[in-house]
């Protein structure tokens, strides 16, 4: 007889042993248990007990674990060819048996690899090791903007449209490159210790050129309840307008404190994402200025074709609220304030955890709720908590059982009721025409034939020819009213872009008003030149001139100057002017700026140089004068005729000369009858001055001097 006993030891025989890892919920404190593959527990890979540590690919040495999300974890690493910090993202080894998820872990690193951009966490290289997927990304030092928001609770608009235009550049940079991210949040977007804006977690992004590959399971809406789009609360294909109406959330959220819509579910949050009026900023926080505010609500607008048309678009217009200029978004006048929540509002900068409310079968997707945390960010810098391994006394069959066939009737309930969201007109329903590939006036004029109308946007795409459709929306197959809008997405030349003022700027500033301004950043050619007037690296001219129109990926030449450096002037006391004049030219002063001086100088010989003024550092822009001793100085010889000697000698002493006197015989006063160096004569200090004075002639003649 088989009893149910016996099948435990036989599995066992036969089966590597499972473990078991219990986490707690950082929001209900619930404790949820996963099951593990062989080889893996649910301690950190870097801290398996090895007394050497866990190196990847013989080239990555794990330090620690630094974050951890629904299906994957993060850890700062070393790189020892390159000696750097980097961040890996390794699988979960459970999930690694899932192609899809093993695609969709690829693609994420896929669609990350191709986006060079200063505004974009970098992705360097990916690879197996232990049985699971791992890809290497730039380690930012810093914290997310979610981190950010919960410090200060909310934002100025200058750094709200700072940060906003940042976010904006990235995503242009990523639509040109036909990728929508798909999943834009305060969590996913890191601020950096030198307050550079990146963002990061392409995790659900997909090349929107591919947007008939769809790998979620049918019906799925991936991303984060509460910065949707409507059309992802519905399940519907999305473009780059969606990441904007994303950006929309997410500014609101830095002005106000609180996402625009908040509830006690996902799905109630995805019903007023669909259904509920537009929110103003204004309305919750006064002090929001109006331009800042009527950006953000054409950003919330229900329908994709009333938001801004392109990243770059919404990044001009930030900048022109930047610079006080008027915005071309229309005033917010009559727009209904903040909708009346469901539920309590989640604090200012909680992070929400990205979600997929499937509207089909229940089948494990890239993106799903897991268990554990409701999660699959890897948000770099997130705090780790472990937890004692225990097993779990919800893991029967007919637990599981029971937990499938409610979450399938919750599933079709979401599925019904999203499909309600776009409303139930009784209009025929057209099947799309597939048009992708085709030239724009061919594919206009199919769709014009059945009766739809059509709405081009122009994208830049290297692979698709110009004139060429690159995708559609909504997507070929599906049912459509008549008169119903098809956008198509058409390859085209690089966008136009407005170049920045940048002359006066630092060079620093003005890459970053460049990256800002959706420019390539690598294309930037920078040149260097003397002035005599201007800081090091400050931009003296640029080409194209500021406020032209060019394109995306147009060459920006910067003359910045070489800069005032400071110089340290070298000792010519005792040398000639020419000597002094060669000892500074060596030392990099320039030799228009040298003067020679001549100066009285008691101590020091006639032609020597004194000192340099000033002394010490000068820089290339200061005159450097070189003081030449002349000996003692020149004085002016005083007229001492006819004055007594006591008053003779005095004046003479005055004038910084001895006085020698020599008697005269001569009948007449007792005066001075003459002076060896004639009145008014140039004379140097110390000279001799020899005066005759009368004396009676019953006096014998004497010579006298007075020191």
Known sequence: MRGSASRPAARSRHRSPVRWCRRRCARCRRFSRRRLVPRYCGRAMSDQGSSSPVVLNGRY?????????????VYLARDQMLDRPVAIKVLYPEFAADPAFVERFRREAQAAANLNHPCIVGVYDGGTYGGTNFIVLEYVRGRTLADELAEVGRMASDRVAEVGAAIASALSFAHRSGVVHRDVKPGNVLISTQGEVKVTDFGIARAA?????????????MGTATYFSPEQAQGRPVDPRSDLYSLGVVLYELLVGRPPFVAETPLAVAYQHVQEPVPSPRAANPSVPAGLDAIVVRLLQKDPAGRYGSADALREDLQRFREGRAVSAAPAAGVAGVVGVVGAAAPAGADQPTQALLAATAVHAYGQVRAEDGSVETRLGAPVREEPVEPSRFRSPAFVGALVGLGALVVLLAFGLLSLLGGGEAAARVEVPAVTNRTVQEATAALEALGFKVERRDQKNDAVPIGQVISQDPRAG???????TITLVVSAEASSLTVPSLVGKSLSEAQRALAAAGFDVSKIVVTAR???KAERDVVLEQVPAANSKVPADQQIQLVVAKGVGDIRLPNVAGKTCDEAIALLKAAGVKENKIICELVADDTVPDTKAIKTEPSGSVTTAQTVKVLISTGKPIVTVPSVVNLTQGAAESSIVAAGLVPQVVFSTSAGPQVVISQSLPAGAQARKGDVVTITVRQNPSASSTTSSTP
């Open 209 to 221: 050129a591919n947007a008939e590959d769809n790998l979620t399971q049918v019906g799925s809406v």
């Open 530 to 532: 003397d002035d005599d």
């Open 61 to 73: 040495e794990l330090r620690r674990r630094i974050a951890r999300g629904g299906m994957a974890e």
């Open 478 to 484: 599906t049912l459509q009213a008549e008169g119903a």
